[in-house]
């Protein structure tokens, strides 16, 4: 790294902190934004201004979304009386990519981590509690079937079971440990359909 001078350096290191990036794609990436048109750069960097500023959690479902309400709880088709719990936005989208999928959903923005100090206040979980005031019909928890996701889907649906609605928990048809986002639609459609009442 000492071949290049402090600036890139600098640009290195911040691409590489993005996830997913090796160095050598950081370096790589570095060069290629050098050399763009200062105009490019600007509007790259300003597309990522707006979106950090333009963001925010929907009120419902706490997915990203720069509205209110996201497409999903805004739209009248959707079956607003099934809400699908996930760890994330992506996988929230790697659902929505089946287009079989008709409910709506809540973000929990992580899962329950005992051994990294991530406790049930530490995601929106209080949120989905709240939500469930309203007339639901069933909550179907798609937390990853990592050892965290195996927690909280416990954790919650212990909470859920005492308001008498229908609780389900997608079908193991998806590998231990794995990431849903990436899952191909046709297993993530398997373990939706395959769902057991826990
Ligand atoms: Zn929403």
Partial sequence: MDLYSGHINKLIEELSALPGIGSKSAQRMAFYLINLPKERVQRFTN???NAKENVRYCKKCFTLTDQDLCPICSNPKRDQNTIM???STRDLAAYEKTGKY????????????????IGPNDIKLKELMQRLQEDIEEVIIATNS?????TTAMYISKLIK???IKVTRIASGVPVGGDL????????????EGRTEI
């Fill in 47 to 49: 597309t990522i201004l």
């Fill in 85 to 87: 719990v996930v760890e």
């Fill in 102 to 117: 008709e409910g709506v959903y809540h973000v929990l923005h992580g899962a329950i981590s005992p051994m990294i100090g």
């Fill in 146 to 150: 990592s050892l965290e996701g195996e």
């Fill in 162 to 164: 005492p308001t008498g």
């Fill in 181 to 192: 986002e990436y899952i191909d639609e046709v297993t993530l459609l398997r373990a939706l």
